[in-house]
C-alpha cells in the first residue's frame, strides 16, 4: 500500500487560502455593513419625525396663546357637527419671523396681500407644512370651556410624504 503523505508546508499561506479567507470576511462585513445601513436609514427617519413631532409642540404652544373666543369661533362649525375637519382649518406659515395662521378658505392672493414672505417651517433644509384642525365637541358646554385641536405636520422626502400629529387642547380665559 502507498501512503500518501501530506505536505506540511511552514512556509505560509496559499494565493488561495488568503483569496478564500477573504472572500469569507468580505461576505461577513457584507452583512454587517447592510446592518448599518439600515440602522443609519432608521434613525434619519426618526431624527425628521421628531423634528416634526417638535414642529407641531410649537404650533400647540403658540395656538394656546391665541384669544379663545377668535378660535371657537373659527372652528364652531366643526365644533358642533355642522363641517367636517376637512372642511375648515388653519394652514400656519411664518410671516417675519413670527407663526400666523391663515384659514383654508383664504386664496393664495389674500394671504400673499396679509404676508408677502410667507414661508413654511424650516429646519435643517427640510419643510414642513403644519395644520391645524378641530373635531366636533360631544356637549355644548365644552365649548366654553376648551376647544380641541388636531396638528398636523407634513415633510416630503424624495417624492415621498410623511406626517405626524399632535392631539391638544386650547382652553378658555377663564380656566387658564
Not at 410624504?161 to 387658564?176: A, C, F, P
Request: charged share 25%; proline share 2%.
Amino acid at each position: 500500500m502507498k501512503h500518501i503523505k501530506i505536505v506540511k508546508n511552514n512556509k505560509g499561506l496559499t494565493l488561495i487560502e488568503l483569496l478564500v479567507s477573504i472572500t469569507i470576511l468580505g461576505i461577513v462585513l457584507l452583512s454587517f455593513m447592510n446592518f448599518f445601513l439600515q440602522s443609519s436609514t432608521y434613525t434619519n427617519s426618526n431624527q425628521k419625525k421628531t423634528v416634526g413631532v417638535n414642529v407641531a409642540r410649537n404650533v400647540l404652544m403658540f395656538m394656546e396663546k391665541q384669544d379663545f373666543l377668535e378660535i371657537r369661533n373659527f372652528f364652531n362649525e366643526v365644533n358642533t357637527g355642522q363641517h367636517s375637519s376637512e372642511d375648515d382649518f388653519l394652514a400656519l406659515f411664518i410671516c417675519n419671523d413670527s407663526y400666523h395662521t391663515f384659514s383654508n378658505s383664504a386664496s393664495e392672493s389674500e394671504i400673499t396681500q396679509s404676508c408677502p414672505e410667507k414661508k413654511n417651517v424650516t429646519i435643517n433644509g427640510l419643510k414642513y407644512e403644519a395644520s391645524i384642525y378641530s373635531e366636533e365637541v360631544s356637549s355644548p358646554e365644552e365649548i366654553d370651556s376648551y376647544i380641541p385641536i388636531i396638528i398636523k405636520v407634513r415633510w416630503t422626502i424624495d417624492d415621498r410624504e410623511y406626517s405626524t400629529t399632535l392631539d391638544g387642547k386650547v382652553k378658555s380665559e377663564d380656566i387658564r
